[in-house]
């Protein structure tokens, strides 16, 4: 071990940003690990400053290292130059704290935020010598684990991971700990550790369920195929939110990470319905913390941290019930430390320039808001319940309020789009220069000019939501519509940017794949590909040749139109919003029918029956 | 009000922390202790902190120097004692007190430079110490303003001590000219040696360990910077 570690620093010699792979950051958990002590290595399968931005790793970490029988260590995948390295020199895949072997580890658990980290999954599973496919792996082997957004639904790793846990893991975590502890000492088969952790709920083991497919590659049959377990599995929620764990130590990293500050969780999930969302729909039923549970955390992480930043995190923060309360309570313990609070999130319908003044003291510059359609058919067709009239009242207040350049986010490929919805994205730009900006009298403006910045990505129809049927756009559709809509923008003040579109429609494939898709993913890693989010290692020909050897069709993933009654290969989970909910939530976006929000009028879809939330305010 | 020089180490793993990091890590140590920080007037106020003569990433140092402003009323032991609860293990506040002398005066630094290799041949002192008796090596210095330059190593060589051959490897200390009017990075005269050795049939030094030992001032009259 001591020897591995003296050649993994003579790697970081070689590699740029070394301060990547040394670990030892305050508030890093270092144990001392024990014969009869389980080991947790919580992989993320990207870069250390994109893994430590994410808030789920911070809380899952510190929660199993409070643990006294628990030994949790973080692993990030290595960039390119990093990975030559360490392959060069065969070191495996090392944990941060302690560098252990991640293959040395009882449980192995990656947390799947995107779709195009997949092969990075396969990749540091590959660097680590793990086994990939699970029918490969005994005894002395690890289990892995996937958990997060994506989990929901993997089935294109399902020959790779042994079980997915399904919802937040607050409680199931702990459980299945609990679980891997009675089953060590047991002398039982590593199928005796997996059925003991079904029987838990909100977990799902592949290898227990037999899938037959047509002639026409549609799923005929998708079975559980030992009793014990069952047809379809729930996800886990944690239901009184304002008493789940949240860390109040956080590791505060040495270099810059992409969110690099105190992310406070204000609540989980989101009222509002947009029928593209995933999180709107696997995270209901929305839960929040009180201001009081609120403050303390903050001033914990405060005195903590160190940071100088602190952010209002949720999927639609200012839909906080009391977030004129929350942010008077965090100012008076920011104020005097000259900490920023910031708002990640805006909806142009409830945005005030008295809210925006109150958190962002000190840096004036951008605003960012999402209007996602350029025209009201198409957002009432998404059920993005924002009107034009709003966008321009908003830019106004912010323009009129000193700032000088908004971003605005659209989705390009909508269900139902047409051109004129495209030129929409033009016009509503210019509408916000034009109305926004200029019909503030000229002694009234702050700054001399604005800018906008139309940010477009490519619709990606994911799983759980209305729009789960919906084919993708093609890539020469995509692209016609993106050099329409820049060939549409005259403006100088207006700047586009959009989204490349091979990566969209891979990551439709993955999102709606199913298992047959866990093969081109392991050929796919050994022709190379890693870092797919990455424009510095995304190359797509690489993938279109995994999947040409394999003889599967992208196109049938993400270009298909699926008839209602098709078996998904996703049907397993049980996000608690039922089909016949979303079948109707798709019938009503043809109809350009909207869905009010949870707070204006429930609209049955399912998730009371969790008991707790939103439901039941 | 009063301005503090805070020395010290920065060892282990923390030699691969850059400047900037560095910087980020004091501050929010001093925001973790609690310390009453001066903090800069205008538009983004800062801490008021200076660092003296920049460390390379990937050097240790056992002589860091950091000037830091504090509201009056705050004893220096116990700055010592709140930041060295708040900062990572790998970087230790060694002493807390009046900045007497100013570092401009800082004219050298003193190395302790460790070749990873063996001595079979039992020469490798010599060569080294033949390497540092030429008149002229060439080396590439880069700066800023003027770009790539041909330099002379040993227009910057204070100081070169014989070997001595230890469990890690040659261990040698090494004085270089420091701060603001000449200075050279470490790596460049190590790097430089290695090249040398490499080609005169020396050893094979597989990589280096560099740790700064103490910061000189005075060039007339050499004493420790602190």
Same mark, same amino acid.
Request: glycine residues 6%; hydrophobic residues 35%.
């Given at each position: 071990?001591?020897?591995?570690?003296?050649?993994?620093?003579?790697?970081?010699?070689?590699?740029?940003?070394?301060?990547?792979?040394?670990?030892?950051?305050?508030?890093?958990?270092?144990?001392?690990?024990?014969?009869?002590?389980?080991?947790?290595?919580?992989?993320?399968?990207?870069?250390?400053?994109?893994?430590?931005?994410?808030?789920?790793?911070?809380?899952?970490?510190?929660?199993?290292?409070?643990?006294?029988?628990?030994?949790?260590?973080?692993?990030?995948?290595?960039?390119?130059?990093?990975?030559?390295?360490?392959?060069?020199?065969?070191?495996?895949?090392?944990?941060?704290?302690?560098?252990?072997?991640?293959?040395?580890?009882?449980?192995?658990?990656?947390?799947?935020?995107?779709?195009?980290?997949?092969?990075?999954?396969?990749?540091?599973?590959?660097?680590?010598?793990?086994?990939?496919?699970?029918?490969?792996?005994?005894?002395?082997?690890?289990?892995?684990?996937?958990?997060?957004?994506?989990?929901?639904?993997?089935?294109?790793?399902?020959?790779?991971?042994?079980?997915?846990?399904?919802?937040?893991?607050?409680?199931?975590?702990?459980?299945?700990?609990?679980?891997?502890?009675?089953?060590?000492?047991?002398?039982?088969?590593?199928?005796?550790?997996?059925?003991?952790?079904?029987?838990?709920?909100?977990?799902?083991?592949?290898?227990?369920?037999?899938?037959?497919?047509?002639?026409?590659?549609?799923?005929?049959?998708?079975?559980?195929?030992?009793?014990?377990?069952?047809?379809?599995?729930?996800?886990?929620?944690?239901?009184?939110?304002?008493?789940?764990?949240?860390?109040?130590?956080?590791?505060?990293?040495?270099?810059?990470?992409?969110?690099?500050?105190?992310?406070?969780?204000?609540?989980?999930?989101?009222?509002?319905?947009?029928?593209?969302?995933?999180?709107?729909?696997?995270?209901?039923?929305?839960?929040?913390?009180?201001?009081?549970?609120?403050?303390?955390?903050?001033?914990?992480?405060?005195?903590?941290?160190?940071?100088?930043?602190?952010?209002?995190?949720?999927?639609?923060?200012?839909?906080?019930?009391?977030?004129?309360?929350?942010?008077?309570?965090?100012?008076?313990?920011?104020?005097?430390?000259?900490?920023?609070?910031?708002?990640?999130?805006?909806?142009?319908?409830?945005?005030?320039?008295?809210?925006?003044?109150?958190?962002?003291?000190?840096?004036?510059?951008?605003?960012?808001?999402?209007?996602?359609?350029?025209?009201?058919?198409?957002?009432?067709?998404?059920?993005?319940?924002?009107?034009?009239?709003?966008?321009?009242?908003?830019?106004?207040?912010?323009?009129?309020?000193?700032?000088?350049?908004?971003?605005?986010?659209?989705?390009?490929?909508?269900?139902?789009?047409?051109?004129?919805?495209?030129?929409?994205?033009?016009?509503?730009?210019?509408?916000?220069?034009?109305?926004?900006?200029?019909?503030?009298?000229?002694?009234?403006?702050?700054?001399?000019?604005?800018?906008?910045?139309?940010?477009?990505?490519?619709?990606?129809?994911?799983?759980?939501?209305?729009?789960?049927?919906?084919?993708?756009?093609?890539?020469?559709?995509?692209?016609?519509?993106?050099?329409?809509?820049?060939?549409?923008?005259?403006?100088?003040?207006?700047?586009?940017?959009?989204?490349?579109?091979?990566?969209?429609?891979?990551?439709?494939?993955?999102?709606?794949?199913?298992?047959?898709?866990?093969?081109?993913?392991?050929?796919?890693?050994?022709?190379?590909?890693?870092?797919?989010?990455?424009?510095?290692?995304?190359?797509?020909?690489?993938?279109?040749?995994?999947?040409?050897?394999?003889?599967?069709?992208?196109?049938?993933?993400?270009?298909?139109?699926?008839?209602?009654?098709?078996?998904?290969?996703?049907?397993?989970?049980?996000?608690?919003?039922?089909?016949?909910?979303?079948?109707?939530?798709?019938?009503?976006?043809?109809?350009?029918?909207?869905?009010?929000?949870?707070?204006?009028?429930?609209?049955?879809?399912?998730?009371?029956?969790?008991?707790?939330?939103?439901?039941?305010? | 009000?009063?301005?503090?020089?805070?020395?010290?180490?920065?060892?282990?793993?923390?030699?691969?922390?850059?400047?900037?990091?560095?910087?980020?890590?004091?501050?929010?140590?001093?925001?973790?202790?609690?310390?009453?920080?001066?903090?800069?007037?205008?538009?983004?106020?800062?801490?008021?902190?200076?660092?003296?003569?920049?460390?390379?990433?990937?050097?240790?140092?056992?002589?860091?120097?950091?000037?830091?402003?504090?509201?009056?009323?705050?004893?220096?032991?116990?700055?010592?004692?709140?930041?060295?609860?708040? *900062?990572? &293990?790998? #970087?230790?506040?060694?002493?807390?007190?009046?900045?007497?002398? $100013?570092?401009?005066?800082?004219? =050298? !630094?003193?190395?302790?430079?460790?070749?990873?290799?063996?001595?079979?041949?039992?020469?490798?002192?010599?060569?080294?110490?033949?390497?540092?008796?030429?008149?002229?090596?060439?080396?590439?210095?880069?700066?800023?303003?003027?770009?790539?330059?041909?330099?002379?190593?040993?227009?910057?060589?204070?100081?070169?001590?014989?070997?001595?051959?230890?469990?890690?490897?040659?261990?040698?200390?090494?004085?270089?000219?420091?701060?603001?009017?000449?200075? *050279?990075? &470490?790596? #460049?005269?190590?790097?430089?040696?290695?090249?040398?050795?490499? $080609?005169?049939?020396?050893?094979? =030094? !597989?990589?280096?360990?560099?740790?700064?030992?103490?910061?000189?001032?005075?060039?007339?009259?050499?004493?420790?910077?602190?």
């Amino acid at each position: 071990m001591a020897n591995f570690k003296t050649q993994y620093e003579d790697c970081l010699r070689r590699v740029q940003k070394p301060a990547r792979y040394i670990g030892n950051e305050f508030g890093s958990v270092h144990k001392e690990k024990t014969d009869d002590m389980m080991s947790f290595a919580f992989c993320f399968p990207d870069v250390y400053e994109v893994g430590m931005s994410h808030l789920g790793m911070k809380i899952l970490y510190h929660m199993l290292n409070e643990r006294d029988d628990t030994v949790c260590e973080r692993v990030f995948a290595p960039w390119g130059d990093m990975e030559d390295e360490m392959r060069g020199r065969a070191i495996p895949l090392l944990s941060m704290e302690s560098y252990t072997p991640v293959r040395e580890f009882d449980i192995v658990g990656f947390t799947l935020q995107y779709e195009m980290s997949y092969s990075n999954v396969v990749n540091m599973l590959d660097l680590a010598g793990i086994p990939l496919r699970t029918s490969e792996r005994g005894a002395g082997d690890p289990f892995v684990c996937c958990g997060g957004p994506c989990a929901y639904h993997a089935e294109p790793l399902a020959e790779l991971v042994d079980f997915f846990i399904l919802g937040e893991g607050e409680e199931v975590n702990n459980e299945i700990m609990d679980a891997y502890k009675k089953w060590r000492g047991s002398g039982g088969s590593r199928d005796d550790f997996l059925l003991s952790i079904v029987a838990l709920g909100g977990v799902y083991v592949p290898k227990f369920y037999d899938v037959e497919f047509n002639d026409d590659n549609t799923i005929k049959r998708f079975e559980p195929n030992r009793p014990g377990v069952p047809k379809r599995v729930r996800k886990r929620i944690i239901l009184d939110f304002d008493k789940c764990y949240a860390p109040e130590k956080l590791i505060v990293p040495f270099m810059e990470t992409v969110h690099d500050r105190i992310q406070l969780e204000l609540f989980r999930g989101c009222i509002r319905g947009c029928r593209f969302c995933q999180a709107g729909y696997i995270y209901r039923p929305v839960r929040e913390r009180g201001v009081e549970r609120l403050t303390k955390i903050a001033e914990s992480c405060i005195k903590n941290t160190g940071y100088d930043e602190m952010s209002m995190t949720s999927l639609s923060t200012s839909d906080y019930r009391n977030l004129q309360e929350l942010i008077d309570s965090l100012l008076e313990l920011t104020v005097d430390k000259r900490i920023n609070l910031s708002l990640p999130s805006l909806r142009v319908d409830n945005f005030s320039m008295e809210l925006m003044e109150k958190v962002q003291k000190v840096k004036k510059s951008g605003l960012t808001f999402a209007p996602e359609a350029g025209t009201q058919r198409l957002r009432d067709v998404i059920n993005k319940n924002v009107v034009e009239s709003d966008l321009i009242r908003t830019s106004k207040i912010a323009f009129g309020g000193g700032y000088n350049r908004i971003k605005l986010y659209f989705m390009l490929g909508l269900p139902t789009e047409t051109y004129d919805d495209v030129k929409g994205i033009a016009d509503l730009a210019k509408k916000v220069i034009d109305e926004g900006f200029f019909s503030i009298p000229p002694e009234e403006r702050r700054g001399r000019s604005v800018s906008i910045t139309v940010s477009t990505s490519f619709f990606v129809p994911k799983p759980f939501t209305p729009f789960q049927w919906e084919p993708q756009n093609l890539i020469s559709e995509m692209e016609d519509k993106a050099r329409f809509l820049k060939e549409n923008i005259r403006s100088k003040k207006i700047v586009y940017n959009w989204h490349n579109s091979d990566i969209s429609l891979l990551e439709a494939v993955f999102a709606k794949g199913d298992r047959r898709l866990s093969e081109v993913l392991i050929t796919a890693q050994k022709l190379g590909c890693k870092f797919d989010g990455w424009s510095d290692f995304f190359d797509y020909d690489k993938w279109l040749e995994a999947f040409k050897i394999h003889n599967i069709n992208p196109a049938f993933y993400a270009n298909r139109r699926i008839p209602y009654d098709e078996i998904l290969p996703w049907d397993y989970a049980d996000i608690g919003v039922p089909k016949s909910f979303l079948i109707k939530e798709h019938k009503k976006a043809y109809e350009g029918r909207t869905t009010p929000g949870c707070r204006e009028k429930c609209s049955g879809c399912g998730a009371a029956s969790f008991g707790g939330g939103v439901c039941f305010e | 009000m009063s301005k503090r020089r805070l020395m010290f180490s920065k060892l282990g793993m923390a030699k691969y922390i850059s400047h900037l990091d560095l910087l980020r890590c004091f501050t929010r140590s001093i925001m973790r202790a609690e310390l009453p920080v001066v903090y800069s007037q205008g538009f983004n106020p800062h801490q008021k902190m200076t660092f003296s003569l920049p460390l390379s990433v990937g050097v240790t140092s056992g002589c860091e120097c950091a000037d830091i402003e504090f509201r009056d009323g705050i004893a220096d032991a116990e700055i010592m004692e709140r930041l060295n609860a708040s *900062l990572p &293990p790998d #970087i230790r506040i060694l002493s807390v007190g009046d900045p007497k002398i $100013s570092a401009n005066d800082i004219f =050298a !630094a003193e190395y302790r430079v460790t070749l990873l290799c063996d001595d079979p041949d039992g020469n490798a002192a010599r060569a080294v110490d033949n390497f540092f008796a030429q008149p002229e090596v060439a080396i590439i210095k880069r700066t800023k303003k003027k770009g790539e330059q041909e330099m002379n190593l040993m227009d910057f060589v204070i100081g070169a001590e014989t070997p001595k051959i230890t469990d890690e490897g040659i261990e040698f200390y090494l004085t270089l000219s420091a701060g603001g009017q000449k200075n *050279l990075k &470490p790596e #460049i005269a190590v790097e430089a040696l290695i090249k040398y050795l490499r $080609s005169n049939r020396g050893p094979d =030094a !597989a990589g280096y360990n560099i740790h700064r030992i103490k910061i000189l001032y005075d060039k007339n009259n050499p004493k420790i910077f602190k």
